[in-house]
């Protein structure tokens, strides 16, 4: 499956968390990520970055099954470039 995922988190805990979501997705942009990902590792990440967040937190999954259904228009920066990728 195909995730975004966004967040809005409390100062001290964004780069505690931008750094766990670096290992299950690729950074977008500040606060998203994106990238493909099992159910399996899905679950995993969610319990994981959950010990993290306070009541005060937000975090956002957009679910896609097929990748192709997204289509990406980027303006400015590409954060999340990928050509050093191997």
């Known amino acids: 499956m195909y995730i975004i995922l966004v967040y809005d988190v409390g100062e001290k805990r964004v780069s505690k968390v931008n750094k766990y979501l670096k290992r299950y997705l690729l950074w977008r942009q500040n606060s998203v990520f994106e990238g493909e990902i099992t159910d399996k590792l899905l679950d ?28 990406n228009i980027i303006l400015g920066n590409d954060k999340g470039n990928t050509d050093n990728v191997i």
Not at 45 to 70: A, E, H, P, R, T
Request: charged content about 30%; overall charge positive.
């Open 44 to 71: 995993r990440m969610i319990s994981g970055v959950n010990k993290i967040l306070k009541d005060q937190d937000s975090l956002i999954i957009y679910k896609f099954k097929v990748k192709s259904y997204i289509e």
